[in-house]
């Protein structure tokens, strides 16, 4: 949150994304509906995606249109799941 007790963006994790997926492959899903002021998609040591990435967006109409029209979708086989980011727990990984 902002100093005036809004957020000033909203994060959403993206799920279940298939191991060959690109940024620009799922940009070019989301880009339509909202404009993401970032766009990660987590990956491992191999450079292949994790399975999951985060993007961020100005405001809350912006996330939940992106949910509602994304959350589902099939992509590379897989079918997204869709939803705003949780703080971790235990706070970043060393």
Do not use: C, W, Y
Not at 54 to 60: L, N, P, Q, R
């Amino acid at each position: 949150m902002d100093g005036t007790g809004f957020r000033s963006t909203v994060k959403l994790h993206i799920g279940n994304l298939p191991r060959t997926v690109t940024e620009s492959e799922l940009s070019a899903l989301i880009t339509p509906i909202a404009k993401p002021l970032t766009l990660e998609i987590i990956k491992d040591s191999m450079g292949a995606s994790k399975g999951f990435g985060f993007a961020d967006f100005a405001t809350d109409d912006e996330a939940k249109a992106v949910i509602a029209g994304v959350n589902g979708q099939n992509l590379g086989g897989n079918e997204l799941k869709l939803g705003e980011a949780r703080p971790r727990k235990n706070g970043p990984r060393a």
